[in-house]
Structure formats: C-alpha cells, structure tokens
C-alpha cells in the first residue's frame, strides 16, 4: 500500500465483522498510525486459540492487557496467570499522561482512565486468595518463585 486512501478502506474491509468487536489499536502505514483504519477482533472469535508472540519491547504486554480490559468493560470475565506481576496494575485507574493522550489522538480512540475488577489468587504466602496446588502442578519459575531461590535479600542467587 502506498497511500491512506487505499490503505484505510483496505483495513477497514479486512477487519470488519458482524456483532461486537474489540479494538486493538490503528493500523500503521509508514511509521505513522492512522485513526482511521482500526484493527479489531470478533469478540465472538476469542474463545479460540492464540499466541502473541515477538521480541522484547514489541508490545506483548501491552497487547494482552488492552485484550483483558477490552473484554472486562464487555462484561467478559478474564483469568490470567501473571507470574511477574505485570498486570496487577489495571485493578486502579491509570494516570493521563501527554504522551498517553498524544497517542489516543493519534490513533483517534478516547482515553479515559478506569480501574477493572480483580481478584488476586496466590499459591504463596503473598497476598491474595489462596490457592492450593501440588508440587508437580508447578512450573520451574513459578516453584523458584515459592522457595524465594532468586531472592537476592535472602543471599541465594
């Protein structure tokens, strides 16, 4: 595609669907977003499989957190398995910054800071609502994670 007049119908036909949709961001054409061509995804199409993939700083995190707000302003409940702890964060309203803002303008979606519902669940002793789990149930990074083996207070690296 070499111009905006034959790229935003362009995406606009390949991401049109019937029934409700979620909103992932605009389309980029040279470097630059443009808010009138949005990429979407079916809602009815997320009960599916799906693998976001990508080197570091691509915007895998980012991407999964727009998808579980999306859903959760849908009323669609989203479980998700947050060993790191990046997305504790979308439980409180997120702050409006001109860099943020700048963006949604660019990308002509309106941003409103707003807190989702979470309930944190937790196999340590960390808080949250307790979970029970075997031994064998448990993941490398999650079982280091119970036995504080990467704890650098602890001395143990």
């Given amino acids: 595609m070499k111009t905006k007049e034959t790229f935003i119908p362009y995406i606009n036909e390949g991401y049109s669907s019937k029934g409700d949709s979620i909103v ?3 389309a980029i054409l040279n470097n630059e977003p443009i808010g009138e061509a949005h990429v979407k995804i079916p809602l009815k199409t997320l009960n599916r499989h799906g693998l976001i993939a990508g080197a570091t700083g691509t915007g895998k995190t980012k991407t999964i957190q727009v998808l579980s707000e999306q859903l959760s302003s849908m009323g669609v409940p989203v479980l998700m398995m947050d060993i790191k702890g990046d997305f504790s964060g979308i439980a409180a309203a997120g702050e409006e910054k001109s ?3 700048e963006r949604h303008q660019k990308i ?5 800071p707003q807190k989702f519902p979470v309930e944190l669940l937790s196999l340590s002793e960390q808080p949250g609502v307790r979970l029970r789990a075997t031994i064998s149930e448990f993941g490398p990074v999650l079982f280091s994670r119970i036995l504080d083996l990467n704890d650098v207070q602890s001395g143990v690296v």
């Fill in 99 to 101: 860099f943020i803002t």
């Fill in 108 to 112: 002509n979606i309106p941003f409103t």
């Fill in 24 to 26: 992932l961001g605009a």
